[in-house]
């Protein structure tokens, strides 16, 4: 039950909270990108849903302990990201593009 637990707590951490800031940070830095789609009431439900995810982790029997595991897990796949990155020459190692 306490691994189960664990699992789902790093599973809202790692994809539902950040994809909910994700939406905020994309249309702050990228305002003039095309949108397939409106969020009704911007950005009132993804910050809702962020609190939302946030109270669930915190309100937890040995969240700490359950959101170490999920940072321990996202470093390892940052890390695993930046190797990938350097080794294939992408994002952010990759040579910046020339201005015509």
């Known amino acids: 039950v ?3 637990a664990a699992l789902v707590v790093i599973r809202i951490t790692l994809q539902f909270l ?3 800031i ?3 940070v994309l249309r702050k830095r990228q305002p003039e990108m095309a949108r397939p789609f409106r ?3 911007y950005p009132w ?3 809702i849903a962020a609190g939302g995810f ?3 982790l915190i309100s937890r029997t040995n969240s700490m302990r359950e959101l170490r595991y999920a940072t321990v897990v996202a470093g390892v796949g940052a890390l695993i990201f930046i190797g ?3 080794r294939r020459r992408e ?3 990759a040579a910046p593009a020339s201005q015509a």
């Open 2 to 4: 306490d691994v189960v």
């Open 91 to 93: 994002w952010p190692f």
């Open 39 to 41: 969020m009704w009431a």
């Open 45 to 47: 439900p993804a910050l």
């Open 22 to 24: 994700g939406v905020i």
């Open 84 to 86: 990938r990155a350097a």
């Open 18 to 20: 950040l994809q909910a």
């Open 54 to 56: 946030v109270y669930v």
